[in-house]
């Protein structure tokens, strides 16, 4: 099985129970405006140009077999992105890294022995983590690398928005130590409206998550002005102590990290006038929750 991977970072501390190897799986099912990984969306290669890297030096020119990037002297050459099919080309002559291939083909064995380098790492505490994009939307490859680091004492976890199929998500739980799992709006209409799809799927497949036993760590991105009013954390907090589990969230405070990425791939960023939320802010979400009695934590 070969599926399309973004890129594999280890020595993470924020994705998963201790030191974890994070593999990211390109493709997702929601557009969300607070997104700090575009790049990781389409479920097709892609070329970014971190216009801070280039020099100018005109050595991409000419190199791409689509006529897709294209390059004048002393400009920064420009990617028609209907003619770009990610081939890679154009990465392979960058001598300064400025040309970037967002998707690489690979599979679960390739991948694989990226991740097992790490162990040492976080053989102690700690594993791997898929993450995306979303994982469930390439769910045999996912399980086939699965199987791989169970057979080697490998912890597992994966980390979703929960949209994908139920399918999907009951094929890679069996497999999986450790659920990083996103509730970003209660409302439906508000959900569709900053991620372009309803919650409807996502909260179902909480409760089969919830269900299955895996352990699980509920997060929520906290988007000022978008899902911090009380409305949607009394909600959120409903939905979480309705899952018959002991009911806690971790909030992932709103940052702008992702924004070269976006400018990279020639795309708008979503969210300009949003600004990261203050610490006092955040604390009055988290006693928020505690007052309907739901355990809450801030991510690092």
């Not at 990037?69 to 003619?83: F, H, T």
């Not at 599979?107 to 700690?126: H, L, W």
Request: aromatic share 6%; glycine share 10%.
């Amino acid at each position: 099985m070969v599926g399309l991977v973004t890129n594999i970072q280890g020595y993470s501390i924020h994705d998963g129970p201790g030191i974890r190897t994070v593999v990211f799986m390109k493709g997702c099912g929601l557009e969300c405006g607070w997104c700090s990984n575009p790049e990781c969306i389409s479920p097709h290669a892609e070329i970014g140009l971190v216009k801070a890297l280039c020099t100018i030096c005109g050595k991409c020119a000419g190199v791409c077999p689509n006529d897709a990037l294209v390059y004048e002297e002393g400009k920064l050459p420009v990617i028609d992105r209907a003619r770009c099919n990610g081939c890679g080309e154009c990465v392979d002559v960058c001598s300064y890294r400025a040309l970037v291939l967002y998707g690489k083909p690979m599979t679960a064995e390739e991948i694989y022995d990226a991740v097992e380098r790490d162990k040492m790492f976080y053989e102690a505490s700690g594993g791997v983590t898929v993450s995306g994009g979303e994982a469930l939307l390439q769910p045999q490859l996912v399980c086939e690398l699965f199987e791989k680091c169970r057979k080697d004492g490998i912890h597992t976890c994966i980390e979703t928005s929960g949209c994908a199929t139920e399918s999907a998500l009951k094929q890679v739980l069996p497999l999986t130590d450790y659920v990083l799992y996103d509730i970003k709006h209660m409302n439906s209409d508000k959900h569709c409206e900053y991620t372009g799809k309803t919650n409807k799927l996502i909260l179902s497949n909480a409760r089969a998550t919830a269900a299955s036993g895996v352990a699980t760590l509920f997060r929520m991105p906290l988007i000022p002005g978008i899902n911090d009013n009380t409305q949607n954390i009394k909600e959120t907090a409903d939905f979480l102590k309705g899952l018959g589990i002991a009911p806690h969230v971790e909030l992932m405070p709103y940052h702008r990290l992702g924004k070269g990425k976006y400018e990279s791939l020639d795309k708008k960023y979503p969210l300009p006038d949003i600004l990261q939320p203050e610490p006092q802010h955040l604390e009055s979400i988290v006693k928020a929750f505690e007052s309907y009695g739901v355990e809450c934590t801030i991510s690092k």
